[in-house]
């Protein structure tokens, strides 16, 4: 059993910060990715920033330039640093990691962090 813990979420004003916080425990396989997803009421579930095994990292373009996802492989967390908040970035965030042995793929889930921006 893996589980997956977010913090950090909360009301902020248009161009304040966040800082959310993932870390996974249990039985951890090869984590492939860690990734931040976020669902605004009426809409999909979409991607915000994901990285990879390597470091790479991948944003939304909505958010480039605004967010930072970085990690610490020893304690299996990943961050996302909000910065320049805007009502739009409103959402329920969830924190994602893909682990893998071989051929295999998992994704775990968090049990999502709300974030509300007010303008």
């Known amino acids: 059993q893996v589980q997956v813990v977010e913090s950090g979420g909360g009301l902020v004003q248009a161009g304040g910060s966040l800082r959310l916080s993932c870390a996974a425990s249990g039985s951890i396989l090869r984590i492939r990715s860690m990734g931040w997803y976020r669902q605004a009421p009426g809409k999909q579930r979409g991607l915000v920033a994901i990285?990879?095994?390597?470091?790479?990292?991948n944003y939304a373009d909505s958010v480039k330039g605004r967010f930072t996802i970085s990690r610490d492989n020893a304690k299996n967390t990943v961050y996302l640093q909000m910065n320049s908040l805007k009502p739009e970035d409103t959402a329920v965030y969830y924190c994602?990691?893909?682990?893998?042995?071989?051929?295999?793929?998992?994704?775990?889930w968090g049990q999502g962090t709300q974030v509300t921006v007010s303008s």
């Open positions: 994602n990691y893909r682990m893998g042995r071989g051929a295999y793929e998992y994704d775990f």
């Open positions: 990285i990879t095994s390597d470091g790479s990292t």
